[in-house]
């Protein structure tokens, strides 16, 4: 290489010796618009001038700003162009010179332009609708292709009409639309370069306004301190801004005005008659403006502005009342007095104002615009008092009084006759209606009342009436009386007469209704009062032949029908009837005779039904009818819901009660309730009621607030707390005071103790209770004497701490009945005993049953027998036959009756062994619980308690027999009868034990 290299130079050398060389490097030139380049120009051999010149063949001097020539040293030259433009194209020529040799090279300088994005804004917003001219202009040389794409795809304007690629490259949408938005890419290419560059460009569509008022039209009312919303929705895009004009006037938030966040609603505060009209919303944003009207339509209520009184005299022709109103719309106006409205008649011609009038043409209305008057002619007194005039709209109305003020005389009123008798006192009353208000005078023959010589006499005035008091005395005071009623109007006087009362004429007996034991008659008031009312009405019956037995009723407006009562069956009797007024008894009428029916059943008794409680406890009363001649035994009650079929079971209830209480009823339940009597003849009709209880309350709940801080754990804590120490403290009682309890317990069954004075009282309070079995015979529960050897020779035993107590066996059902001695304290017994008779049949639905029953100390409790029909009708007499230790003397005097007792619930009272206890039979009857009703007395189906004392009382669960008597309602507790046996059935087993 280097042999070839120094070979050329060689050559080139030789050569210069004959002529000058000129090279330019580089030989061609492209340079971008705006670019520099430089170009070099070596000279081979000895030059001595070098050259450049430009494309116009003008030697480029050194002073050029854009192209600069520079020698660097003696064989080259420099061409720089500096930021080229167009105009820099075109051949440059280097020139070398060397004396009279020269020589020259030439370069081809190309100038081009880059692809360069002249306007390409981004983004570029258009309206809906419009045809969008996107602008993308891209200036290059050569002229650049360009292509546009969205979304990612090439717009294809082949295949959618809407796109148009212009001439300038611009891209135009025809009608762009919302879905039209987005980001658009502008690309441009050079092919001959591969030159390519692109802009992406934003693309907003923005939507014109749309808006809708909620409603074209809103009322309201003024002077009543209302508001009034105004609202109307606008849409577009970007979100335009909503306001609010009226009258031309933009309305902005203030004391009468309130926009909401985003203008849509404009609330107009205290309305007035002034705010009325029409109000603009205008929805605003670059794509345009949109607005909507809506009409305030503001109304008045109706108010009276005008209406004063007015004063008249009676008989003047006229006088008119005048009414005005306001209000929007306008209001009709109305007139009335007491109950009378002022629009009656026919309504005049259309010509005139509204007019009516009345039928006697004496009132007439007349009507115009927002006034109205009442005209009353030929005034009378009865025209005076307050008038109403009603203003009325659609909105409301309003109301005003006015009173009428008429003068006028005197007119006196009251009744002219009136009745009396020598010595009774009478007022004459003298009733004078006037106004000015009348002074009133009272004269006789001419002489003013009262005077010296009339003791009995005397005036008693008030602001409107005056009473004339007459105490007659003789034959003189009966007569006729002026009373002179005086004003400044006038005045006018009145007789009244004063005439002596008699006696009322006889009533007649028009038909006599006879039962068993009672009668119902029927009867005509007397022709004749005798001036008076009749006060009293005297009946009067007897036995043919024998005296007369009467009784007065008392008279009641319309009066028909007499009942009496305590007669006989199949008895004739003679009854008349005589009427009483002040003045004295009339004459008796004649004698009707009758004849009461045989003995028969009972007539239905009347009922009543009160509620009582929450409204689920029914208090059902009885009125008492003819009881068919033979005493009421008792009543049956029974009842069921009206939905059902099955009635509950049947109430048993004492002759003498008069109501049960029903509890523990379904709420909102309709109930049948049937009540019949019943005596030795049978049954009555059933007296037949309905009722509704009430809906179940609602409970409210306290507020949490106000109760106690303490949580409900805690309330609970105390409460156990609080009843396990009542709990120890009744046990230990017990075990101290009765011998029963837990502790009592413990110390028989581990310790082998009896409790404190249980000897003593074992001794002192043996007790037995009567029962029946399912065989009806009476059964006798005996506590024997405390003995310390078996009982081998019949005798006496003596009770000690581990003796049982035992019921009968079924076995000794046909044994002697032992002979016991009844304590005074088996009366009330007794009477307990014969209301758990009503007990015996299954209670139902949990219900409370309460019977009125007589005092313990009256005869019909002594009288009164067994309810139960099933109870053994015949019991000997008891007799004290064995040496026990007699119980104290009874304080109540009233004799001891045997009566049947009846069955006692064995589950209730039945004895218990301390160590080995033993059930007595129970009642069939005993086994079912009434849950809607229940006979306050002994408790059914009591639990057995844990080792209870046989001496103690039988308890009766707070269940109690109400009592009507002298003594008030009081509580029968179901006492125990203390019993002795008869010591010779034959020895037990264990000899401890002996049979009833």
Not at 2 to 12: N, P, S
Not at 139 to 165: C, E, F, L, N, T
Not at 296 to 325: G, H, K, W
């Amino acid at each position: 290489m280097l042999q070839i290299r120094d070979l050329v130079w060689g050559l080139l050398f030789a050569g210069c010796a004959a002529a000058i060389q000129v090279q330019i490097t580089p030989t061609q030139g492209e340079i971008s618009v705006g670019e520099s380049k430089f170009f070099l120009c070596e000279v081979v051999g000895d030059a001595k001038d070098i050259d450049w010149f430009a494309p116009s063949g003008e030697k480029i001097l050194p002073n050029r700003p854009d192209i600069i020539v520079s020698r660097t040293d003696e064989a080259t030259a420099t061409l720089t162009i500096y930021h080229a433009n167009v105009d820099s194209a075109g051949i440059y020529k280097c020139v070398a010179r060397s004396g009279d040799k020269e020589a020259q090279a030439t370069v081809q300088v190309k100038i081009f332009q880059k692809i360069t994005f002249d306007s390409a804004p981004s983004p570029q917003e258009f309206n809906e609708g419009d045809d969008a001219d996107i602008v993308c202009d891209v200036v290059s040389s050569p002229p650049p292709a360009i292509i546009w794409k969205h979304k990612g795809s090439r717009i294809q304007v082949a295949k959618d009409v809407r796109y148009k690629i212009m001439d300038n490259g611009h891209l135009l949408i025809r009608g762009i639309k919302k879905i039209d938005e987005g980001m658009y890419n502008c690309e441009a290419r050079i092919m001959a370069r591969g030159e390519i560059d692109f802009r992406m460009i934003k693309v907003i569509v923005n939507v014109l306004p749309t808006i809708r008022a909620r409603l074209s039209e809103v009322n309201a009312t003024a002077d009543i301190a209302s508001s009034a919303l105004l609202a109307c929705d606008a849409d577009g895009f970007p979100e335009p801004s909503v306001t609010w004009t009226h009258n031309n006037v933009v309305l902005e938030t203030g004391d009468k005005y309130t926009l909401s966040d985003d203008g849509s609603e404009l609330l107009i505060k205290s309305v007035k008659k002034v705010d009325e009209g029409d109000y603009t919303c205008i929805a605003k944003n670059k794509a345009g403006e949109k607005s909507e009207e809506v009409s305030l339509n503001v109304f008045v209520r109706p108010r009276i502005t005008y209406l004063n009184n007015q004063t008249a005299s009676e008989f003047d022709e006229q006088v008119t009342l005048t009414c005005e109103a306001s209000g929007d719309p306008t209001p009709a106006i109305s007139w009335s007095f007491q109950n009378r409205v002022f629009t009656e008649g026919e309504q005049a011609s259309w010509t005139r104002p509204d007019k009516y009038e009345s039928l006697d043409r004496n009132i007439v209305v007349r009507s115009h615009a927002r006034v109205s008057s009442l005209t009353l002619k030929n005034i009378l007194f009865t025209y005076a008092g307050e008038y109403l005039c009603t203003a009325t709209n659609s909105i409301g109305r309003d109301n005003k009084h006015m009173y009428l003020e008429v003068r006028y005389a005197p007119k006196i009123l009251g009744t002219v006759t009136v009745y009396t008798w020598e010595g009774n006192a009478a007022n004459i009353s003298c009733e004078a209606e006037a106004h000015p208000g009348a002074s009133v005078v009272w004269s006789r023959d001419g002489l003013q009342l009262p005077s010296a010589n009339t003791t009995n006499v005397k005036v008693y005035n008030t602001p409107t009436i005056s009473y004339l008091e007459i105490t007659p005395d003789s034959q003189y005071n009966f007569g006729t009386y002026n009373c002179t009623a005086t004003n400044a109007m006038g005045s006018e006087s009145k007789e009244f007469v004063l005439i002596q009362a008699d006696v009322p004429s006889s009533p007649e007996i028009e038909l006599v209704e006879p039962f068993s034991s009672t009668a119902v008659v029927s009867f005509e008031e007397p022709d004749s009062m005798g001036g008076v009312p009749i006060i009293k009405y005297r009946v009067e019956w007897r036995l043919p032949g024998q005296d007369w037995t009467g009784k007065e009723y008392h008279a009641d407006d319309e009066m028909t029908t007499i009942t009496i009562v305590g007669l006989k069956p199949e008895t004739t009797y003679e009854i008349k009837m005589s009427a009483i007024n002040g003045k004295g008894e009339g004459e008796s009428s004649p004698a009707t005779t009758f004849t009461t029916q045989p003995v028969r059943e009972p007539t239905a008794p009347k009922l009543v039904v009160k509620v009582q409680g929450r409204g689920n406890t029914l208090k059902v009363n009885w009125i008492k009818q003819d009881d068919g001649g033979s005493p009421i035994k008792h009543y049956l009650v029974r009842y069921k819901a009206k939905h059902v079929s099955d009635w509950k079971p049947e109430i048993r209830v004492p002759h003498n009660s008069e109501y049960v209480t029903l509890s523990g009823l379904d709420w909102n339940t309709e109930y049948e309730i049937h009540v019949v009597a019943e005596n030795q003849q049978g049954k009555s009709e059933p007296g037949v009621i309905s009722y509704r209880t009430a809906s179940d309350p609602t409970t409210i709940p306290d507020d949490a607030g106000a109760r106690s801080a303490m949580g409900t754990g805690a309330i609970v804590g105390i409460l156990i707390v609080v009843f396990f120490l009542l709990l120890v403290g009744v046990d230990v009682t017990c075990y101290f005071l009765n011998k029963c309890g837990l502790l009592m317990c413990i110390a028989v069954n581990f310790c082998g103790k009896a409790g404190p004075g249980a000897k003593s009282k074992d001794m002192e309070e043996g007790q037995a209770a009567f029962t029946k079995d399912e065989s009806k015979e009476p059964i006798v529960e005996v506590r024997t004497e405390e003995e310390q050897t078996p009982n081998q020779g019949g005798g006496p035993t003596e009770p000690n701490e581990t003796t049982p107590l035992t019921g009968p066996e079924p076995a000794a059902a046909d044994a002697t009945s032992p002979v016991v001695n009844l304590l005074p304290s088996t009366a009330t017994n007794s009477v307990a005993g014969s209301v758990s008779a009503a007990q015996s049949s299954p209670a139902s639905d949990g219900g409370v049953l309460t019977a009125k029953a007589p005092p313990r100390n009256s005869p019909a409790a002594a009288r009164s027998g067994p309810l139960n029909a099933n109870a053994q009708p015949d019991v000997g007499p008891l007799v004290d036959l064995s040496d026990a230790p007699k119980a104290p003397p009874s304080s109540d005097p009233t004799p001891l009756v045997p009566e049947p007792l009846s069955p006692a619930p064995a589950s209730a009272e039945g004895p218990q062994s301390q160590r080995d206890p033993v059930k007595a039979p129970s009642s069939s009857s005993s086994s079912s619980q009434n849950k809607d009703s229940q006979v306050d007395g002994p408790a059914e189906d009591a639990p057995s308690v844990l080792c209870t004392d046989p001496t103690a009382p039988a308890h009766n669960d707070g269940k109690t027999v109400k009592a009507d008597g002298t003594e008030g309602e009081t509580e029968v507790k179901n006492a125990t009868a203390e019993v002795k046996t008869v010591p010779n059935e034959a020895p037990q087993a264990n000899g401890n034990e002996s049979k009833a």
